[in-house]
């Protein structure tokens, strides 16, 4: 399995930030070349499936995924419980599992901690160039989470 986890301080509120992070048709405004696509109509919580299309043309491939842990934050202030969401990834390139927690900090700011653990079909592919995964992960998701961040503070000014 490829395992990663990116971490992102952000000058926002845990809620404003968490709405944001499960706004799922967001992620490919930060993620470049995704796109989101919500799949069921429920648009947020346990059971939500939504769809991340990244690549360009015949290089690009779904990663279908189902919410399994949905716990908004519970409240904007530091030593308030930290929201947490897990997902499931059912698809035919990427398997496994990924999840963010957003943990409120003092001053109105909180963090954002994203993980997953994946393994990318052939498995043996996850085998041999696992340590590249995990770092194309920790970049990845780092501008992702960086690009997200700069968006919500502006907003939130």
Do not use: N, Y
């Amino acid at each position: 399995m490829a395992r990663f986890t990116v971490t992102q301080q952000v000058r926002a509120p845990a809620a404003t930030v968490w709405a944001a992070m499960v706004d799922w048709r967001r992620h490919g405004d930060w993620a470049p070349l995704t796109a989101v696509r919500v799949t069921t109509s429920l648009p947020a919580g346990v059971g939500t499936e939504f769809v991340a299309r990244t690549g360009i043309g015949w290089l690009a491939f779904d990663d279908p995924m189902t919410v399994e842990v949905w716990r908004p934050p519970g409240g904007d202030e530091q030593g308030d419980e930290p929201g947490r969401c897990e997902v499931v990834k059912r698809g035919r390139v990427v398997l496994g599992r990924a999840g963010f927690s957003v943990v409120p900090l003092h001053s109105g700011r909180c963090r954002v901690d994203w993980d997953e653990d994946v393994t990318v079909f052939p498995h043996r592919v996850t085998r041999l160039v696992g340590p590249l995964l995990s770092f194309a992960g920790r970049t990845g998701f780092g501008a992702t989470l960086r690009a997200m961040a700069r968006e919500v503070e502006q907003k939130s000014r």
